[in-house]
């Protein structure tokens, strides 16, 4: 028995000797950075600027992978299961790692049991736009003209299990209003696509997505989800102002690892995280989109918003009856 014991305490030391001898030479290789939503979206916005400066600060080629579906499902389920070697980082948000543990009971991945947080970098106000057609300059005319076609209009989202959805849901059961809605697949791009067709009425997205088609007159925007008025938007109010004090939500970002990948692999890449969210250019092209920079003091202290968070929109979601399989 003693010698077992011995033998399994020195298995142990030479595995923790061989990992921290990889922790102190990554990277070696190029890292893989899954987006888990289509090209067009908030995520994609987001991980298209970061990209070139961390690949700087790591001295390897970060590689966005876009690998969209279920509500981004596909992509955190990839990363989870990937090697926790620090080859593998995901850019979640607050849909696929606080919303969607609460309407897909079934999905085998849990964000806080499978993945652990590196830091948040970014939050992302929000905004609801319509269709140039529709006749409302403001919320609450967009309300009256819904109100007087029940059943004609409809709004689309980036999921059944969306914040987008979650918060149309909300502001359509203050409001007295009803939507068909309209679930596509992958981030904000879809649905932002799906109202400049004029196959939605409206959607709720963020800014991100809608800034490039306002000035063009493709897409109107009514009120931004914020607390208050964004730069990038400055003449548009706030869904407080617009008289729906709740909706005040934006969308964060962060960066993610599978669960067990060596803690210093971990504080190497929230080091270079944290650089590249203090680069000018980066901060430049993030407040196009009026994206604030949220940098977490630590993982753990990212670890408290997560559980929070998580917490806070399981009852948003049982508020609103939201599940999986309701459209």
Same mark, same amino acid.
């Given at each position: 028995?003693k010698q077992t014991i011995q033998c399994i305490m020195a298995a142990v030391c ?65 990363? !989870?299961?990937? $090697?926790?070697?620090?080859?593998? *980082?995901?850019?979640?948000? #607050?849909? @696929?790692?606080?919303?969607? /543990?609460? &309407? ?69 059961s203050k409001a007295g209003i009803k939507l068909l809605h309209v679930p596509y ?5 879809? !649905?932002?696509? $799906?109202?400049?067709?004029?196959? *939605?009425?409206?959607?709720? #997205?963020? @800014?991100?997505?809608?800034? /490039?088609? &306002? ?113």
């Amino acid at each position: 028995m003693k010698q077992t014991i011995q033998c399994i305490m020195a298995a142990v030391c030479l595995l923790a000797a061989a990992q921290a001898q990889s922790a102190d030479n990554y990277p070696t290789r190029p890292i893989r950075m899954i987006v888990p939503f289509a090209p067009g979206g908030a995520s994609d916005f987001v991980a298209r600027i970061i990209q070139p400066k961390l690949s700087e600060e790591l001295g390897q080629q970060v590689v966005a992978d876009n690998r969209a579906g279920a509500a981004g499902n596909i992509g955190v389920e990839l990363a !989870a299961r990937s $090697a926790p070697d620090g080859y593998t *980082v995901l850019l979640g948000n #607050v849909g @696929t790692m606080a919303i969607n /543990p609460s &309407v897909f009971p079934k999905f085998p991945i849990k964000p806080l049991r499978d993945l652990t947080g590196v830091t948040l970098i970014v939050d992302l106000p929000g905004a609801m736009g319509v269709h140039p057609s529709i006749p409302a300059a403001t919320v609450k005319e967009f309300i009256e003209y819904a109100k007087a076609r029940p059943g004609q209009l409809s709004y689309g989202s980036t999921g059944a299990s969306s914040a987008q959805r979650l918060a149309f849901e909300f502001f359509m059961s203050k409001a007295g209003i009803k939507l068909l809605h309209v679930p596509y697949k992958g981030g904000a791009g879809p !649905a932002t696509t $799906a109202v400049l067709a004029g196959e *939605v009425a409206a959607t709720m #997205v963020t @800014t991100a997505s809608f800034v /490039p088609h &306002v000035k063009s007159g493709r897409i109107k925007v009514l009120a931004v989800i914020a607390p208050k008025r964004v730069s990038a938007l400055p003449d548009v109010p706030t869904m407080v102002e617009s008289g729906f004090p709740e909706l005040t939500l934006g969308s964060w970002q962060g960066v993610f690892v599978p669960a067990g990948t060596p803690r210093p692999i971990v504080k190497r890449l929230y080091t270079a995280v944290t650089r590249t969210m203090e680069d000018a250019e980066v901060l430049k092209r993030l407040g196009t989109a009026s994206a604030q920079v949220t940098i977490s003091k630590s993982p753990e202290e990212f670890a408290v918003f997560l559980k929070n968070q998580n917490e806070f929109w399981a009852k948003i979601a049982k508020d609103v009856g939201a599940s999986a399989e309701q459209q």
